[in-house]
């Protein structure tokens, strides 16, 4: 099967422009994540869809941040207006349940999108 | 919130050589789970451990789920050149069914 799949693999932008991130989950994954890794600090949580639905938004940073998953299917990230803060390496995840203490559904991790804010 | 204490942050060790990193935090986990993610590539799960006291291998590597929930540790035997990357620890908790908690990772280069 073909896994998580994200675009643009690398996105230079100025302060004050606006980036659109896109993610394809695996086929069949009704739950999608995004991660963000800022230079040298860890992986955090962003949000979390199931299906269309946002089930956690808990990690988004601020409302320059907006996700969406019209239909279910693929989903974007937008930044608007980018501040230099927001630069680092986004990842997309997907996985068929969620990964709940003692089932084995793990996160099938995209390459991520490196975004640079300068 | 949650954090997990990842060391050591690098390691540079000779091909052969075994190698052990871990992760500790001041909160209980339910599920520890290890990720290598290569250059340029997302993380991809090594081993998961779901039990206190829980000891896994996959190959050469071997994690173990520590008996307080509050640490782990994932070892590599013999190391070879394509085990260079970054090692990242994360966990669940028991609050949560599917935000991970990351630690920052451990980079390892291996000399031929």
């Known amino acids: 099967e073909a896994g998580v799949t994200q675009f643009p693999s690398h996105s230079v932008i100025e302060k004050g422009q606006t980036v659109t991130l896109r993610c394809d989950p695996i086929s069949g994954h009704d739950n999608l994540y995004w991660y963000r890794r800022v230079m040298g600090k860890e992986i955090k949580f962003l949000l979390h869809?199931?299906?269309?639905?946002?089930?956690?938004e808990s990690g988004m940073p601020n409302n320059r941040f907006l996700a969406e998953r019209t239909g279910g299917t693929y989903s974007t990230l937008k930044v608007q207006p980018a501040e230099l803060e927001d630069s680092g390496v986004y990842f997309c995840?997907?996985?068929?349940?969620?990964?709940?203490?003692?089932?084995?559904?793990?996160?099938?991790f995209g390459n991520g999108t490196r975004l640079t804010v300068t | 919130g949650q954090q997990l204490n990842q060391s050591p942050q690098s390691m540079f060790i000779q091909e052969g050589e075994d190698v052990s990193m871990n992760c500790t935090s001041s909160?209980?986990?339910?599920?520890w789970l290890w990720y290598k993610q290569d250059p340029g590539e997302g993380p991809v799960l090594l081993i998961a451990?779901?039990?206190?006291?829980e000891l896994t291998s996959n190959g050469r590597l071997t994690a173990q789920f520590g008996i307080t929930r509050k640490d782990s540790f994932l070892n590599i035997s013999a190391s070879i050149p394509s085990d260079v990357g970054i090692y990242f620890c994360a966990g669940l908790s028991g609050g949560s069914n599917y935000k991970l908690t990351f630690g920052k990772g451990t980079l390892l280069t291996v000399n031929p």
């Open positions: 909160s209980i986990f339910n599920t």
């Open positions: 451990l779901y039990k206190a006291g």
């Open positions: 869809f199931v299906k269309e639905s946002k089930q956690d």
């Open positions: 995840a997907s996985s068929r349940q969620p990964p709940r203490q003692g089932q084995n559904s793990p996160l099938h």
